[in-house]
């Protein structure tokens, strides 16, 4: 049975996703950071271990550190892209078992829209220094083709159809509409005709890179987050009441003979959270799952056990994902997602707060009584080489 | 103003230069572990399926299957913007080696392309490498 060793206490999402160039990637987490800590009624001094992607540059864990003015016990800088966060959260988990620290801090800051950094759609150009990008950077491959191949070999193993693949967009866009954070977001990056949508709607958008369509790829944003972790006993006099990490699992996948694209390394992360929360996924009320795209939720769906491998068209059918339909199902993204709320390039550090919103009953799109929620990160790109990590949460 | 060129690979990056020198010669080579049998690719200087380092060059005769592949319509790199709509794909050599390409000489890349055609490997021609690309096989 799973052991309440650690706990989320403190969150944070910053709110504009377009900075307009005037905050840093670096002041958006210590900003984030100081808002996390205070609803968890904590400060700085009470942080013994910070959890970074490392992606300010060399050294990172050490210049973080010093940045915040803490000097940590623990530094733990592992980037596996989008899924960090849920890495970062499984570490801090197995840190404060283990009695190396009692406060955790995990930050996440990034300008990418502010930058116009092209991360959904740029080929990448010249030849890699590492050997995989230098076998592979003459095929313009793009970050959504990498993707759209994983929705074709979907399609073609088991009829998957772009309707069903919409039902993914569309109930994250319904959530979005609930959440003014969301809406503001598609206002400032300048989305046309903001409202609900139809799987019409994402079906007849333009076709970005066969078979995904507009609607099924990610904002690009500004944005961050925090999140802190703490131990039972910090965590009883913390503000709010505590969100349980029950189990967790981290696992990778790269491309190799044989191997089918169409599962991912979620379905090995999935295996050990669950195992390891001793729930199923039948269970849980709140998913949230990485949607770079739509076609990473609906691989997700399948490899975290909500169905069948090559059954997730069906599932979704129906706005089955939608948060006022509990009861069959899990509500999707309950927050807009990557899709329609916050992509600045690595969100799953987003996963795990608005997991934390729904179990303190505190999201837009609240399910009533939600007890268990997944957060379930994907780095790198699921059509070649990524990583999965998977936190079960759970309430008091 | 030059024309924008198709990004080329580091023909000195130390783990896939051999692999890149010998398309110099138009051959499409991978490894193969002597002491395992395990078929290493990309190329490294370390088998992945035992601890040995006695890895064989072996060539590749160029034919494949399109394990799945996606149509590129929009890119802002210089040169492949220029080239939308195009084929990327994994293509499956009859050897083994799973490789990411693109499938060209096609007219209508959406409807030409599909999952589990063969395909024949056709080369683009660069002064210091060439670039491995695959056709629909004739
Ligand atoms: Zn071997």
Known sequence: MNQRDA?????????SRDVEGKVSALQIKAESAARALEDAGLSWSDVDA???AGDGGGMNGLTIAEYFGLKPAVIDTTNVGGSSYEFHAAHAKRDIASGKANVALLTYGSTAHSNARAIGVGGRGGGGHHPADNMDMFTGMTLVANYAMVAHRHMHEYGTTSEQLAEISIATRCHAM????AVRAMEDLEFLDIRETTIDDVTNSRMIADPLHLLECCMISDGGGAVVIASPEVARN???SPVWILGTGEATKYPQTSADITTSAGAYSGTQAFGEAGISPAEIDIAMIYDSFSITVMVLLED???CQKGEGGAWVEGGRLRFDRPGDGPALNTDGGGLSSNHPGMRGIFLLIEAARQLRGESCSQVSDAKLAVAHGNGGMLGSRHAAGTIILGRD | MNEPTRPLPHTNEMDTREFWAATKDKELRYQQCDDCNTVVF??????????????TWKLSKGFGTVYTYSVVRQSYHPFFRGKVPYAVAWIEL???PRMLSNVIEVDDPSADVQIGMKVELVWEEHEE??????????
């Open chain 2, 94 to 96: 009859d050897e083994g």
């Open chain 1, 304 to 306: 975290l056990g909500f």
């Open chain 1, 238 to 240: 913390c503000s709010k």
């Open chain 2, 129 to 138: 490498v060439n670039i491995p690309l695959f056709r629909p096989a004739g």
């Open chain 1, 50 to 52: 910070i959890y970074d």
């Open chain 1, 178 to 181: 609930r959440n003014p954070d």
């Open chain 1, 7 to 15: 706990a989320i206490v403190g969150i944070h999402e910053h709110q």
């Open chain 2, 42 to 55: 990309y190329p490294r200087r370390h088998c992945m399926g035992c601890t040995s380092g006695n890895l």
